[in-house]
């Protein structure tokens, strides 16, 4: 954190947190002990996968996650009490954190997060957690998906300050990184985060010399090394690559290397092959054709399948929206409180939740691929588990004894005490490819994708059965 | 500004804007004077109209936008040289901005703001310009849209921080007021900028307790005299409403009246209807029912059309992320450098820009309505405009001779000096209602608006025309 990024504060939650926190402190009821789980409901963009991103960010703002004078006066002009702003003055997350590796890839509906702690504490983090979470798994998904239909060689970088929601065009740098983007033009992310920064020229460079090949001659007396010529701003075969040639025949003169071409209009797919033909004859094997236009990864898929000549991609708005998805549908949800399992009943059956507290494990199928997650009742031993079941479909259920298992969730905070995480995009970015490695293909494709199966314990089962229908006895 | 909101900074900009800002630097053109434009080319969501906001948040940042020392040693590790750096340390944005008021009925394809300066530093600033309008300005259309379906006494307010684009949240919340919005749930938002701050239970409140009744309870001895009591938990008719209004019946007794349900799923017509008859039987006629569940303009007009009995709205996703459109289209374009117009030719016809330095103007029919949107070139007198043109196709003409004109811009920055702004969002709401009030209805459908045209002096249309034939002159 520094003084360029929003140091959040105790008032980044919606308002409602504040009154029922003041309302539990009232009530005496603010230390009992609650577990929140956060889970989505909807794959984004029909997508077969999410990518786990925005830990740290939000274990970051969760240690300024305090309230200062000014924020305590605010809060009095709203007609909140002294007693309560007296404990909030003094107020700091003492809960427990549990959540998957950022770059994990997950489902939807299961308990991705669950924070443990005092009533109070647990629901006043409850806006903080999905806003960032939500988005930067969003935007490291898409990314992630831009990177399954790249060709070997080809790279993508994020384009999207423009465009971006305002601030958010921090957040999806960094998560457009962890989905596997080289880097970034948001240089101001870049630096705060630690990701390349990537950029060269735009048309009104071209539009303030006299000419194109004036203007490409001035640029790359500044830059011999490292220039990316943009080459649309006229007309991209017919003066943009010639005079790109022009100059990167003059520049080998003098013992340097033009580094690319970028075409930023018109059809990619014969615009490249065009200048790749060109550049190639004259003998500019090395010189990178780079293309950034309305890209996302249909679009790239569908260039690639046309052999376009592309080396890399500038992406922007359709990325750091998401634009035809534009949010996750994450939520947090009290599973316990006072040692109870609790449940929040729903007239859609598929949004009531899982009660208690719960472990999450991976299964592995003989190959060592992603078979089955299993989510188990606390203390429950996975090795133990033999089978596990659709949550509503008692008939639907998979054996899963003696497979291999691991814990998909680890204690990131412990009783307030932030557990350092990996903070570094780039090895998050690995560690996301590697385990994209053990997902099946069919569940990474784009239509349709496989559904990879989430199952309950029997003993989740039957206590999520014996609540509703509690419920049911109560409420009707 | 305040700690807790982001000062960009001079790095919050897409790192070409630096490396040209070097090169222009580098080849002593940085003081060479140049005008650049803003416009948006498409509609978002097929809006007649568009709500221009943003102004107030970029004026702000671009005091801030300035190079500290941290960001200068992030740069010079980039390559950037020590007397560009130095140049740097000392920038200050010293050029002169115009624009509309915030809260004005714009259109597309009409420069917007015009920023007049040094090449170096109407450059630099691109990215932060349209980082910050094009979005304030897609979400206040958005919520203006709501506004306009909402039946009298009707009110909606931003419950959209949880699924907002990350930081996004703040400008956002702001945005939606200047649309139209009566406050927001996310309070730092309010705090920061003014705004009604709105919110009190969510289910967890309910499920802490042993039963509905208990926690609806226990929540009007903290608010007897505010509360809006959240029936959907468990059973919203069976259940929710009756408890509500036992409760309502208690705290007449005391004295106090219960402000409203919320309901947050499920049918909203049929149980809002169902709701109302309930509480009206009770004698709770005061009683206000809210409604929250995926909502935006469309499914507001629907539930309206089926006289929903519904007296506000929490508005989230669907408003903040502007879900079907997530992102307006602006862009930022060179038309005079050294004097002289410019042009950025296009592949597209529609997309080639608009030369020179320019006017904008408001022509009014004669009952007093917007009628056309002139733009003229610098010095023109639209009081001797007699016609105005399409910029495409001359045979597309209107006479405005005679009609009333007003400038549609003012200046808001005179060579650095901020002239300042309205900075109240409810005043600038309060501006859009006046200006909405003078837009004819056919604009403001949703399905197929009737296009509002914006044309162009003879004198502009003739100078773009002849600077079209030069450029094809000499790429060709």
């Not at 090395?286 to 690639?304: A, F, H, M, P, T």
């Amino acid at each position: 954190m520094n003084k360029h990024f929003p140091a959040p504060g105790g008032l980044y939650t919606d308002y409602y947190e504040l009154t029922m926190a003041q309302g539990y402190f009232k009530q005496g009821l603010h230390e009992d002990q609650a577990v929140f789980d956060y889970f989505f409901r909807r794959m984004p963009c029909g997508s077969g996968y999410v990518i786990f991103a925005g830990m740290v960010d939000f274990l970051d703002a969760l240690q300024s996650f305090r309230y200062e004078e000014e924020d305590l006066a605010f809060l009095k002009k709203q007609g909140f009490e002294d007693d309560f702003l007296d404990f909030l003055s003094r107020f700091r997350f003492k809960g427990t954190i549990i959540a998957p590796r950022e770059g994990e890839v997950v489902f939807n509906n299961e308990p991705l997060i669950s924070v443990e702690g005092g009533i109070l504490e647990t629901q006043l983090i409850e806006s903080l957690l999905l806003n960032l979470i939500n988005f930067q798994s969003l935007i490291a998904t898409r990314a992630s998906r831009i990177e399954s239909v790249l060709k070997a060689g080809q790279t993508f970088v994020d384009f999207g300050l423009r465009r971006a929601q305002g601030l958010a065009g921090y957040q999806a740098a960094r998560a457009a990184v962890i989905g596997g983007a080289g880097g970034t033009s948001h240089t101001q992310a870049a630096r705060l985060y630690g990701l390349k920064v990537i950029g060269t020229m735009a048309h009104s460079w071209i539009q303030t010399f006299d000419d194109e090949l004036e203007a490409f001659r001035r640029y790359v007396e500044i830059y011999p090394d490292k220039a990316t010529l943009l080459v649309d701003t006229y007309d991209t075969l017919h003066s943009g690559v010639p005079n790109a040639i022009k100059v990167a025949k003059e520049l080998e003169q003098k013992g340097y290397r033009l580094n690319a071409i970028r075409i930023d209009s018109g059809d990619m797919a014969y615009l490249s092959v065009k200048a790749r033909q060109m550049l190639d004859e004259a003998g500019l094997e090395y010189v990178k054709i780079i293309s950034s236009n309305s890209l996302d990864e249909y679009l790239i898929r569908s260039l690639n399948l046309q052999d376009a000549k592309l080396d890399g991609f500038g992406v922007g708005t359709r990325l750091v929206t998401s634009y035809q998805c534009p949010a996750l549908d994450g939520v947090y949800k009290l599973s316990v409180f006072k040692g109870l399992p609790r449940l929040k009943i729903s007239e859609d059956v598929a949004k009531i939740s899982l009660p208690g507290k719960k472990t999450l494990w991976r299964v592995y199928d003989e190959n060592g691929m992603f078979y089955r997650d299993a989510i188990l009742l606390s203390g429950e031993n996975p090795e133990e588990t033999e089978t596990i079941f659709h949550p509503d479909y008692e008939f639907k259920n998979t054996r899963i004894a003696g497979l291999p298992k691991e814990p998909l969730r680890h204690t990131v905070m412990k009783e307030g005490q932030v557990i350092p995480p990996e903070r570094n995009p780039y090895i998050i970015s690995e560690y996301r490819r590697e385990r994209m490695r053990k997902l099946s293909p069919e569940m990474k494709r784009f239509e349709n994708p496989h559904v990879y199966k989430v199952g309950v314990s029997r003993k989740l089962f039957d206590l999520r059965r014996n609540l509703i229908k509690s419920h049911i006895g109560k409420n009707f």
